[in-house]
């Protein structure tokens, strides 16, 4: 769901081209698979259309992409244990809630076992996390916002 907010946030703001995103598991349990019923179902009742399929986290994903957030702190140690196995052991990765006023190092919680409620509180999270973001990418990247 991260992955579909953002990238619909770049795609409104005319940075597709220049800003990159991609969503990957750091186990191998939904290689291929479609995503979750009820994401999708939230995601397009907020006008956000997703099409993606499980990927597990690669060793070039510490190469290619210039930030790697997790969404809760199990993701986040094991990225941490990923990342030095990669040529990248510098690399800094963050929590994607780090990005909203106010939740620095909390969590986004896992809504699969919730209801449609839990999917929703879980998009207004990402939502806030992602505006956050992309000020963040404002100020530490101007030249890609500057036209």
């Given amino acids: 769901m991260a992955e579909g907010i953002f990238s619909a946030k770049i795609k409104g703001l005319g ?4 800003i990159q995103s991609d969503s990957a ?3 191998d349990y939904h290689i291929g698979e479609l995503m979750d019923e009820r994401t999708l179902r939230c995601a397009q009742r ?10 597990q986290v ?6 290619d992409f210039t930030y790697i957030i997790a969404m809760d702190s199990s993701n986040h140690q094991n990225l941490e244990q990923l990342k030095l196995q990669s040529r990248f ?7 994607m809630r780090d990005f909203a006023a106010g939740d620095t190092g909390l969590s986004v919680p896992d809504p699969y076992y919730g209801g ?10 990402l939502d806030a996390a992602l505006d956050g973001l ?10 890609i ?3």
Avoid: M, W
């Fill in 116 to 125: 449609e409620e839990d999917f929703e509180k879980v998009y207004q999270i």
């Fill in 89 to 95: 052991p510098n690399k800094e990765i963050f929590l």
């Fill in 25 to 27: 598991g750091t186990s």
């Fill in 58 to 63: 690669h060793l070039t994903d510490f190469r």
């Fill in 15 to 18: 940075l597709e081209k220049a």
């Fill in 46 to 55: 907020n006008g956000v259309g997703i099409q993606h399929r499980g990927r």
């Fill in 134 to 143: 992309i000020n963040h990418l404002r100020v530490a990247h101007p030249q």
């Fill in 145 to 147: 916002f500057a036209g």
